[in-house]
T-cell receptor
Framework: EAGVAQSPRYKIIEKRQSVAFWCNPI?????LYWYQQILGQGPKLLIQ????????DSQLPKDRFSAERLKGVDSTLKIQPAKLEDSAVYLC????????????FGSGTRLTVV | DAKTTQPTSMDCAEGRAANLPCNHS???????VYWYRQIHSQGPQYIIH???NNETNEMASLIITEDRKSSTLILPHATLRDTAVYYC??????????????FGGGTRLMVKP
């Protein structure tokens, strides 16, 4: 089966600019997650979707981050405006059902804010 | 979810067994132990999980102590491609809201020729 697709692979922007990341989960996976991974740390969950609804966004900095999964398939994560501390790898993962042991992760988007 | 404690880094000789420890002394009776690994420039990859019995699959073995306060992931014949960060996570199984994987710092395993 095809894996979780993410784009772009790399992005460099200046602070205060906007950026968007795209994720296409595995077909049929109802649950989608966005994680932020700062260099040298483990991934940190930002938001969890079940189909097109938000399950948990308690760790999402809502003043600048937003995410949507309008049709319950693809998802986009946006940062507006970006700060230097947003430099990180943004990982998308999906699972067949909520609570499944097997998350499948994409390779991530590496964001550098200068 | 219970916290886990892992060594920051470990080395292993190629072809030898790699034994990665994890302490989870506050684990609850309904929490599973999961292991994921992350190879450089890739997303984390599921390896194995277990509740209280030892588990084995094509990638690794998981040994959980009888009191469930610690576990060991065993890669029986480590190769250079096993060089990665290994994450031990404890989590309740089930489809409850908020029941997501929470990653700590993990163990950086370096397999050397």
């Amino acid at each position: 089966e095809a894996g979780v697709a993410q784009s772009p692979r790399y992005k460099i922007i200046e602070k205060r600019q906007s950026v968007a990341f795209w994720c296409n989960p595995i077909s049929g996976h109802a649950t989608l997650y966005w994680y932020q991974q700062i260099l040298g740390q483990g991934p940190k969950l930002l938001i969890q979707f079940q189909n097109n609804g938000v399950v948990d966004d308690s760790q999402l900095p809502k003043d600048r981050f937003s995410a949507e999964r309008l049709k319950g398939v693809d998802s986009t994560l946006k940062i507006q405006p970006a700060k230097l501390e947003d430099s990180a790898v943004y990982l998308c993962a999906s699972s067949l059902i909520m609570g499944s042991y097997g998350y499948t992760f994409g390779s991530g988007t590496r964001l550098t804010v200068v | 979810d219970a916290k886990t404690t892992q060594p920051t880094s470990m080395d292993c000789a190629e072809g030898r067994a790699a034994n990665l420890p994890c302490n989870h002394s506050t684990i609850s009776g309904n929490e599973y132990v999961y292991w994921y690994r992350q190879i450089h420039s890739q997303g984390p990859q599921y390896i194995i999980h277990g509740l209280k019995n030892n588990e084995t699959n094509e990638m690794a073995s998981l040994i959980i102590t009888e009191d469930r306060k610690s576990s060991t992931l065993i890669l029986p014949h480590a190769t250079l491609r096993d060089t990665a960060v290994y994450y031990c996570i404890v989590r309740v199984a089930g489809g409850n809201a908020g029941n997501m994987l929470t990653f700590g710092g993990g163990t950086r395993l370096m397999v050397k020729p």
